[in-house]
């Protein structure tokens, strides 16, 4: 880090995201005393954190002027250089901005419409239903993260895109290990990372490509088939922006959700009396839901780039420049939530979460995510006497998408 600031440390250091209060009590820190901080570190670029969430909101909900295009997300510069050597250059919709934009969101978009979403309740409650068939025959006792929470979610993204369940495991191998944004304890042979991003990436391929020829052969309910046979701009997308929409939706549709779930019932056991009243009331799932997304806030941060100068918290920050948005920093921001370093699932206030960011690239699966965690969440409760935590919880060491990747718990089963 330059000069004496070394603030900044906490949107780089992956450990750093595994201690979350010494996390909380620096982003807190900087909200008050510095809310957008130039952070200069080798081997970055550098880039300016932004930590309240007036200017979070403010920078998403206008991305004419705070762009995505380039990288998105925070890594060293020579990941991207040797990425771009080896000719990978992703493009999702995370990367693309304006009209492009808005042609390739619109492939996908009313699959994740609340309505849409709604039809597949059924689907949801039977894979549900299943993992908790699976937290009974653990007698109640497992790592709720990797037995539930992972698996669950991975399920209930797998269904929705047509992959079969038998090839699931590969499924989560591939995403976890992906860009190495991942806990250490994912990404398999570290010795050389970049051949395992070239070897998943092409296994990604091979995999996508052979969907996608079987779903433009033999169409099915499935999003796999409507991303297969999607046309932009009046012709049929491109392969580089299919495969890498097989591959967002794909990665972003289940370790966001699973670390929102396992840390947000970490959360939830330390404090009993909300427990109780959750299994009193399965009404408040929706609001708890809320909460534990605020709480957990998974996706640690998004880049974007000045397209002009711009003054954010009476900071001057000049066109070009990136900032990093905290979203956890943001979802804590005592100026929006009352109280905010309390668990509350009765928070009047807990949808104003900003985990999900906003403005046009506003999380896709949001819906998804909210529906799969308030249907597993009542159901799961209502099959337990009690139910604690039976060790310490493990945070994932990941500054991109990260939470509690084990947690240890113990029931008595009803
Ligand atoms: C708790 C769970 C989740 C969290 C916290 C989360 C968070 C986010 C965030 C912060 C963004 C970027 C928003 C921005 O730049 O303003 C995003 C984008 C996105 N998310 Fe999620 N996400 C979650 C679950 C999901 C699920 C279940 C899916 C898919 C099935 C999904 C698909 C996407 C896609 C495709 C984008 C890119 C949207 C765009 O650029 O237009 N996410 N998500």
């Known amino acids: 880090m330059a000069g004496e600031d070394h603030r900044g440390a906490i949107f780089i250091d992956p450990l750093a995201y595994a201690d979350q209060e010494s996390w909380h009590s620096v982003a807190r820190h900087l909200r ?51 990425l771009g050597a080896m000719g990978i250059e992703p493009k999702t919709l995370i990367h693309m901005d304006g009209q492009e934009h808005r042609q390739h969101r619109d492939v996908a978009n009313a699959w994740f419409r609340p309505r849409a979403v709604a039809q597949r309740q059924s689907d949801i409650d039977r894979i549900a239903e299943e993992f908790v068939g699976r937290f009974r025959q653990m007698d109640g006792r497992c790592d709720f993260a990797q037995d539930i929470a992972v698996p669950y979610t991975l399920r209930v993204i797998m269904s929705i895109f047509g992959v079969p369940e038998e090839d699931e495991p590969m499924m989560l191998r591939l995403t976890q290990g992906i860009f190495g944004a991942a806990d250490p304890e994912y990404l398999g042979d570290l010795s050389d990372p970049f051949a395992m991003v070239t070897k998943t ?83 408040l799932a929706a609001n708890a839901t809320d909460e534990m997304i605020r709480w957990t806030s998974p996706v640690r941060q998004f880049l974007r780039y000045l397209a002009e100068p711009a003054t954010l918290s009476g900071v001057e920050i000049p066109a070009g420049d990136r900032l990093l948005l905290s979203y956890p920093s943001a979802n804590r921001d005592e100026a929006v939530f009352e109280d905010p370093m309390t668990f509350d699932i009765r928070r009047p206030n807990a949808n104003r979460t900003i985990a999900f960011g906003g403005g046009e690239h506003f999380c896709l699966g949001s819906t998804f995510a909210r529906r799969e965690i308030r249907t597993l969440l009542p159901r799961l409760l209502a099959a337990v006497k009690d139910v604690e935590l039976d060790g310490e919880p493990e945070f994932a060491q990941a500054n991109f998408v990260g939470g509690v990747k084990h947690l240890p718990i113990s029931a008595t089963l009803c």
Do not use: K
């Open 201 to 283: 990436i092409a296994e990604f391929e091979d995999y996508f490509n052979a969907m996608a020829a079987d779903r433009r052969a033999h169409p099915h309910d499935d999003l796999a088939t409507v991303i297969a046979n999607a046309r932009v701009g009046g012709c049929p997308m491109d392969r580089h922006a299919t495969l890498w929409y097989f591959v967002i939706v794909a990665t972003a549709g289940h370790d966001t959700t699973s670390f929102a779930l396992s840390g947000g019932l970490e959360a939830l056991l330390r404090h009993p009396d909300q427990v109780e009243a959750l299994q009193a009331d399965p009404g």
């Open 32 to 82: 008050r005393e510095a809310p957008v901080l130039r952070v200069e570190a080798e081997g970055y670029t550098p880039f300016w954190a932004v930590t309240r969430y007036e200017d979070v909101f403010a920078v998403s909900r206008h991305n004419d002027r705070f762009l995505n295009t380039r990288n998105s997300v925070l890594g060293p510069d020579l990941q991207f250089e040797m």
